[in-house]
């Protein structure tokens, strides 16, 4: 798939955001590590987010930070079959009656999910 | 103060048309990075749990919730650079004229080429420059909405960035995602960029009078759009012709007129409710 850095610069900037405002709530003031759940339908591109972080972050409580990426497999729900199916890519068929009636149920995910903190 | 996100950055509400957003872009990074906790030291584990995009989404929310109040139909554009979004809303416009109230928020990098050529239409219209973005996110649209002071009962047309794959991912508080797809690029553009497609509501296959000159098959871009979005409506037009613009301008017209008849639902319920 065809992903922008540009995009990825936009999503770092969003977690810095949200990582400042946990800073002040929970009292730390320096950043180690970042645990994120990203789902395999998001469009985030690993290697891009962590390049994006890296440059976003210079200077701040979360520079040199890790990103610790868990991809949340995709899964959906089968309206033919009325059922739970696992899902390859976002527009696969489903897997037993190969009809495209699918609705994506997971895998769609971008979440913070625990920060480690100084 | 922004009265519809509290950002503390200056911001007039003059209707200047020239009025800068771009600090709409500057508040990342710029919060309470330098906040001090003394004596904690020890390395710990955060519970955290939040949306990355959740900021994104609040100011989505607000901005729907405006939309829903005023009975404003706001539209989402999008489509690669040069697929005809500003030829198409600007015919559209002219044929809206003394119609219905319309209002246009124009994004791009750079320039306010686009907003001019709307404002030479009469309707009213903020350019905002996302500067290095590649799609206008929904603070900045917030901000533009209560710049243009949009009327009652308008069509609110958000012209995105040229570009199908992050403006897939920004709510902007919009009721549909109209994605344009013109005849002149590749009709398997719904396979290579799924993410916009299946989001878009609505897809509007554009400069249908080239037809004969080009290798478009518009059977299997049909396809195709349905394959990623089984649920997508399809409009075959033209802008320059006018072709199929009459079934477009119908369907806006009938869309208005449901969001209108919904705030005056929600203006009743809220009269019983307090009485």
């Known amino acids: 798939m065809v992903v922008s850095d540009m995009h990825e610069m936009a999503l770092c900037e969003s977690i810095l955001q949200i990582i400042e405002e946990e800073a002040s709530k929970k009292a730390f003031s320096k950043v180690t590590g970042i645990y994120l759940d990203i789902g395999q339908f998001s469009c985030v591109e690993p290697a891009a987010l962590k390049f994006c972080f890296e440059v976003v972050s210079k200077t701040t409580l979360a520079e040199l930070a890790s990103i610790n990426i868990n991809t949340i497999p995709g899964k959906g729900w089968c309206r033919n079959c009325l059922r739970d199916i696992p899902l390859s890519h976002r527009f696969s068929p489903c897997p037993v009656c190969n009809n495209r009636n699918v609705i994506i149920r997971q895998g769609e995910e971008m979440l913070i999910k625990q920060l480690e903190v100084a | ?149 949009v009327k009652k009962e308008s069509l609110l047309f958000i012209e995105n960035v ?83 613009m009459d079934k477009w301008l119908r369907w806006l017209e009938a869309e208005r007129q449901v969001s209108v008849s919904g705030a005056e639902k929600a203006l009743e319920n809220a009269t019983h409710a307090a009485v």
Do not use: W
């Open chain 2, 162 to 244: 040229g570009n199908l794959v992050c403006p897939a991912a920004f709510d902007l508080g919009e009721r549909y995602k109209v994605a344009i797809l013109s005849v002149t690029e590749g009709e398997d553009k719904p396979l290579k960029y799924p993410d916009m497609f299946a989001a878009a509501d609505i897809l509007l296959l554009n400069k249908v009078d080239l037809l004969p000159y080009v290798e478009f098959d518009i059977d299997k871009a049909r396809a195709y759009a349905r394959q990623v979005n089984p649920g997508i409506r399809i409009f075959e037009l033209s802008a320059t012709t006018g072709q199929g």
């Open chain 2, 1 to 149: 103060m922004c009265t519809v996100c509290g950002c503390e950055e200056t911001h007039t509400h003059e209707h200047q048309h020239e009025h800068q957003l771009e600090h709409a872009h500057h508040h990342y990074g710029n919060g309470l990075a330098g906040a001090h906790a003394a004596g904690l030291t020890q390395q710990r584990m955060v519970q955290i749990e939040r949306d990355i995009l959740g900021k994104n989404n609040q100011y989505a929310d607000a901005n729907r919730r405006y939309c829903q109040q005023h009975g404003v139909l706001a539209l989402n554009l999008v489509s690669s650079p040069g697929a005809g979004k500003t030829t198409l809303l600007v015919n559209t416009l002219q044929a809206l004229a003394n119609k219905a109230p319309c209002a246009v928020i124009e994004g791009d990098q750079q320039t306010s080429n686009d907003a001019d050529k709307i404002r030479q239409t009469g309707v009213k219209a903020v350019q905002i420059n996302t500067g290095k973005g590649c799609h206008l996110d929904a603070h900045m649209v917030g901000h533009a909405i209560q710049d243009l002071d």
